[in-house]
């Protein structure tokens, strides 16, 4: 069955230092999204990605964030310069689309991001 | 008024009994709904979806409906001891992309 990767399933940074965190989404899904979840809370909505430029985005996601589809099959998220508050787990998630409204869901299995 | 509402439990059930988990939203704009499962320290796993009111089941699992009362349950019958884990809810406003998730529910099920 086709599921979204995401590697690293750790990365450790030190604050300031800029982090791309990487997703190979479902092959035929269209529609790409970023969320975080800090430990213990709920998971959070930072970003859609969609025909290759942003469909939505939080509050969360401020300038220090940036998505790029940078080939025919990753999906990336960069911060710039990482904050301690930045350190969560970072899901990918991806869906297909029915007439032109995104479907359900999938979710990767997540990078744990730690800033020292 | 949180979005996405649940009780953070957790909830015990025994092994073969039939677990209630319930969630309430805040927003009538809401279209769609989901239902996820997350074991500790893993990524959330659909579970089920639901879009129109009334019972939606598939296999164990029935969703559940009431937008008028802003309302979504998930029935899993039978329960498992590997059905132990956090069920997060999930909604989706009309002509958004983005999923609100509640703080999810968890459930304990013992042999």
């Known amino acids: 069955e086709p599921e979204v990767t995401q590697t690293p399933s750790h990365q450790v940074t030190q604050m300031g230092q800029e982090v791309i965190l990487r997703c190979v989404p479902i092959?035929?899904?269209?529609?790409f999204y970023w969320y975080r979840q800090i430990l213990g809370q709920k998971v959070e909505f930072l970003v859609s990605?969609?025909?290759?430029?942003?469909?939505?985005k939080s509050e969360i996601f401020d300038d220090q964030f940036s998505v790029e589809r940078p080939d025919g099959s990753n999906f990336t998220l960069k911060i710039r310069s990482t904050k301690l508050e930045d350190s969560a787990m970072y899901f990918c998630?991806?869906?297909?689309?029915?007439?032109?409204?995104?479907?359900?869901?999938?979710f990767g299995p997540g990078t744990r991001l730690t800033v020292l | 008024q949180k979005e996405v509402e649940q009780n953070s439990g957790p909830l015990s059930v025994p092994e073969g009994a039939i677990a209630s988990l319930n969630c309430t939203y805040s927003?009538?704009?809401?279209?769609?709904f989901f239902w996820y499962r997350q074991y500790s320290g893993k990524s959330p796993e659909l579970i089920m979806f639901?879009?129109?009111?009334g019972d939606k089941e598939d296999g164990r699992f029935t969703a559940q409906l009431n937008k008028a009362s802003q309302y979504v349950s998930l029935l899993i019958r039978d329960s498992q001891p590997s059905d132990s884990a956090t069920y997060l809810c999930?909604?989706?406003?009309?002509?958004?992309?983005?999923?609100?998730f509640g703080t999810g529910t968890r459930l304990q099920v013992f042999p």
């Open positions: 998630a991806s869906s297909s689309l029915t007439g032109g409204i995104p479907n359900e869901q999938f």
């Open positions: 092959s035929n899904h269209l529609y």
């Open positions: 990605f969609y025909n290759n430029e942003i469909s939505e």
């Open positions: 927003d009538r704009g809401s279209q769609s």
């Open positions: 639901i879009y129109s009111n």
């Open positions: 999930a909604v989706n406003r009309y002509n958004t992309d983005k999923l609100i």
